[in-house]
C-alpha cells in the first residue's frame, strides 16, 4: 500500500511537473479549429496570387519615382490597378470593404530629390464589436510595399526596368489575396489592408500611416509585414518551399526607463508585445496550415535591414516582418542583366506562387484568429514581489462582452516557446501552485465562448 501511495505521487509530480521534459518546439495550446479561418485557409488561391505578381510586373518599374500619369507603366499605373482590384473585392463584399488613397506630399529627402505624391492603398474591413467610450475600435493591420527599386545601382532610377517580382509585388499580392478572400467574412476586430510605397526610400508610406495612427490614438493590436516572400531557392543554393521566416524584437523600440526597469527585475527580454505577436501567429498558423514551419527570428529584421512593421515599432505598436527562408542577393535591388554567367534582377521566373499562397494563408488564420477573439487582458501582473513557490497572477479583465474566460500558459525561463497552459474561468486572479516566478515565465490569454484566444499578454509589473 505504502509503495503504491509513494507510486502515486510520484505520478502527480511528474504530470505537475512535466513541462520540465518538453523540447524546445511549439506547443499547441488549443487543438480547437476554428470552421470560419479553416474555410479562409482554404479559399486563398495560389492561382489568384501568381495573377496579380504578373500584372504587377507588367508595370515594367515601381519605382516611387517612376511616371506616375502613365496609362501602364510606373508606379501611378500599379497604384490605380490595386485600388481598382480592391474596389472589385468591396463590390464583392457588399460594400463592406472600404478602399481609400491615403495621398500625401512627401518633401525632397536623401533619396527624394524633389516633393512627391505618394500613396498608400487601403482597404479596410470594419469589425463588429463597436467601440465604447473607453476603448477605441481594435484593428490588425498586414501590408506589403508595392514599389521596386534598383537600389543597387542607383536610389534613383524610377526610369529602368525595376521588376521587383519578389520584393515586394509577392507581398502586394499576398495581401491582396487576403483582402479578396476575407472581406466576405465577419470579425469582432477591423482588419486594414494596406500596400505602401516608399518602402525602398525609407519606408514612407509605412512611416506617414503609422504616424497618422498615432495620432489618431488608433487602437493598432498588432502590424503584419510581408516583405521579400517569394522565392524559395536561395542565393545560397538551398531550396525550401516549406519555411518562413518571421521577424520580431526582444526589448521593445520605445521602452521607458521605468519598463526598463521592470523588465530588468522580472525578466521579459524575450517577452516584448511583438515576441509574444510571433509566437501567437506561429501557434496558429501552424495549427491550419499543415507542413509549413513558421521560423522565429528573434530579433527585429535581418542583419543591417529594415521594413515597413520598424514605421510601427517605433510608435509602440507591435509588429513583425514575413520573410522568405533563403534570399537571393543577385536578384535583389539589381537591374536585369547577365554578365558572367550569372543572372541579376528580381525577375518573375523566380517566384514560386504556390509558396506565397502558403505565406498567406498563414497570415490569414493568425489575423482572422485575432480579429475573432476577444481583446487581451490588461495590466497582467504578479499579485506578490515576494519569493514563493506558488505563482499568483492578477489581470484587469477584457473589454469584451462575449469574454467567458482566460488561458494562463506557461514555459520554463530557458524554453523559447510555451509549454503548458491552464485555461480558467471569467475571473481576474489566479494562483498556479508549485510553479515558481523563479523558474518560468506566464502570460495570460483571454478567450470567448468558441474557444477564440487573444494573443498572450506577460506580466508588466509587480502589485505590492
Not at 457588399?94 to 498608400?120: C, H, S, W, Y
Not at 527585475?265 to 507542413?291: F, H, W
Not at 494563408?361 to 519569493?387: T, Y
Request: aromatic share 8%; proline share 4%; hydrophobic share 40%.
Amino acid at each position: 500500500m505504502k509503495q503504491a501511495f509513494r507510486m502515486s505521487c510520484a505520478m502527480l509530480w511528474l504530470l505537475v511537473h512535466a513541462s520540465a521534459n518538453v523540447p524546445a518546439q511549439q506547443v499547441q495550446l488549443s487543438a480547437r479549429l476554428n470552421p470560419q479561418i479553416e474555410k479562409i485557409v482554404q479559399e486563398i488561391s495560389a492561382t489568384n496570387i501568381e495573377a496579380n505578381l504578373r500584372k504587377l510586373v507588367s508595370f515594367g518599374t515601381r519605382h516611387t519615382l517612376s511616371d506616375q500619369e502613365h496609362p501602364t507603366r510606373g508606379i501611378g499605373a500599379a497604384r490605380r490597378w490595386i485600388k481598382s482590384e480592391f474596389d472589385k473585392y468591396s463590390a464583392a463584399s457588399g460594400g463592406r470593404l472600404l478602399v481609400t488613397e491615403d495621398e500625401f506630399m512627401q518633401p525632397a529627402a536623401n533619396r527624394i530629390p524633389q516633393p512627391t505624391k505618394l500613396v498608400n492603398v487601403v482597404a479596410t474591413l470594419p469589425g463588429t464589436t463597436a467601440p465604447s467610450s473607453q476603448v477605441k475600435d481594435r484593428m490588425v493591420v498586414v501590408s506589403g510595399h508595392y514599389d521596386s527599386c534598383v537600389c543597387s545601382q542607383s536610389m534613383t532610377d524610377g526610369e529602368s526596368d525595376a521588376p521587383g517580382a519578389s520584393d515586394d509585388a509577392s507581398g502586394t499580392a499576398a495581401v491582396m489575396e487576403m483582402a479578396r478572400v476575407m472581406s466576405h467574412y465577419q470579425f469582432d476586430a477591423t482588419i486594414v489592408f494596406m500596400t505602401v510605397p516608399g518602402e525602398e526610400q525609407g519606408l514612407l508610406g509605412a512611416h506617414h500611416w503609422a504616424e497618422d495612427a498615432k495620432q489618431k490614438k488608433l487602437n493598432i493590436a498588432a502590424m503584419f509585414t510581408n516583405d521579400i516572400i517569394g522565392n524559395t531557392l536561395g542565393g545560397n543554393g538551398v531550396r525550401d518551399n516549406r519555411r518562413v521566416r518571421l521577424f520580431s524584437e526582444g526589448v521593445p523600440s520605445t521602452e521607458t526607463e521605468a519598463e526598463a526597469r521592470t523588465r530588468q527585475s522580472v525578466g521579459g527580454e524575450n517577452d516584448a508585445p511583438s515576441r509574444q505577436l510571433a509566437r501567437y501567429i506561429k501557434e496558429v498558423g501552424e495549427r491550419y496550415v499543415n507542413n509549413f514551419d513558421v521560423t522565429l527570428v528573434f530579433r527585429r529584421d535581418r542583419y543591417g535591414r529594415g521594413g515597413d512593421h520598424n514605421a510601427f515599432l517605433q510608435r509602440g505598436f507591435a509588429a513583425v516582418r514575413f520573410t522568405e527562408p533563403n534570399e537571393d542577393f543577385s536578384r535583389q535591388h539589381q537591374k536585369v542583366r547577365e554578365e558572367n554567367g550569372i543572372k541579376y534582377g528580381d525577375v518573375l521566373e523566380m517566384t514560386d506562387a504556390a509558396y506565397i499562397a502558403q505565406v498567406a494563408r498563414i497570415n490569414a488564420s493568425a489575423l482572422a484568429a485575432m480579429a475573432l477573439a476577444p481583446a487581451p487582458p490588461s495590466a497582467v501582473a504578479f499579485k506578490s514581489a515576494r519569493q514563493e513557490y506558488d505563482t499568483r497572477l492578477t489581470w484587469q479583465a477584457a473589454t469584451d462582452a462575449d469574454t467567458t474566460g482566460y488561458r494562463i500558459v506557461w514555459r520554463e525561463t530557458y524554453q523559447p516557446f510555451w509549454q503548458r497552459s491552464v485555461e480558467i474561468g471569467n475571473v481576474t486572479e489566479y494562483t498556479l501552485k508549485g510553479l515558481s516566478k523563479d523558474d518560468y515565465f506566464f502570460a495570460v490569454q483571454a478567450i470567448d465562448k468558441d474557444g477564440n484566444a487573444s494573443v498572450p499578454v506577460f506580466p508588466s509589473s509587480v502589485r505590492r
